[in-house]
Each structure stands twice: as structure tokens, then as C-alpha cells.
């Protein structure tokens, strides 16, 4: 008998994709791209034969192995920046303000029409 998915357990999630316009925007092309940086590591001994260990296993140099690995995890992290992920109950809370009719506040209308202290650029 086929034990449960972890993952079907769990509530279920609905994604709000944000617009985040920015530098991390492209997904990075390795025949495109011209290698002009550099990052320099300090690493302990164990982390290093580990490194070195999995390079070897992938048939890939340690340099490349750390620059794969680096940037998978860089783009899921990026990825999963522009995401926002709420259980449904969440969600319908959120739909329902958006759709409720529109609170009047006197303070924020009164500080909305005020000349703002901070000067324009």
C-alpha cells in the first residue's frame, strides 16, 4: 500500500505571481554570457572534499559544479521571491477585501491632500 504524499497533507496553497522588474528578471544563458566576475570562497576541509567529491561524481570541474549549483539555487530563491503563497481561506479573505466596498478615512484623505514635507527629486 502506497504511503501519502507529504505534499497532499498539506492545505492547499494559491499563488499570487508579483511583478518584480529588476536585473534577476532574465533567466541566465551560459552559451551568452562572458565570465568577467569573481567570487572567491573560504571553505572548511570537509566542505571542500565534499565540493570536490560531487564535481568528480557529475563528471563536471569544481568550478563549474559550484557555478551550476550556485545559480539553481539562486533562481529558485529569485523565483520563489516574486511568489506569494496563501492557504485558501487566506486567499478568499483577500479577494473579499479587495471586492468590499471602499472604507472612507478622513485622516489618510486629510494627510492625502497636505504638501508632502519631503521634496519631489
Given at each position: 500500500m502506497a504511503q501519502p504524499d507529504a505534499q497532499s497533507e498539506l492545505?492547499?496553497?494559491?499563488s499570487v505571481d508579483?511583478?518584480?522588474?529588476?536585473?534577476y528578471?532574465?533567466?541566465m544563458s551560459k552559451?551568452?554570457?562572458e565570465r568577467t566576475g569573481r567570487i572567491n570562497l573560504r571553505v572548511s576541509e570537509r566542505q571542500e572534499r565534499v565540493l570536490r567529491a560531487a564535481?568528480?561524481?557529475?563528471?563536471?570541474?569544481?568550478?563549474g559544479f559550484l557555478l551550476a549549483a550556485g545559480t539553481e539555487r539562486a533562481e529558485e530563491v529569485m523565483a520563489r521571491a516574486q511568489r506569494i503563497e496563501v492557504s485558501s481561506e487566506a486567499?478568499?479573505?483577500f479577494v473579499a477585501a479587495i471586492d468590499a466596498p471602499v472604507e472612507d478615512m478622513k485622516t489618510l484623505r486629510r494627510y492625502a491632500k497636505k504638501r508632502s514635507p519631503i521634496p519631489a527629486r
Open positions: 492545505p492547499r496553497l494559491n508579483m511583478y518584480v522588474s529588476g536585473e528578471d532574465e533567466v552559451a551568452s554570457e564535481a568528480d561524481l557529475t563528471g563536471e570541474t569544481l568550478t486567499f478568499e479573505r
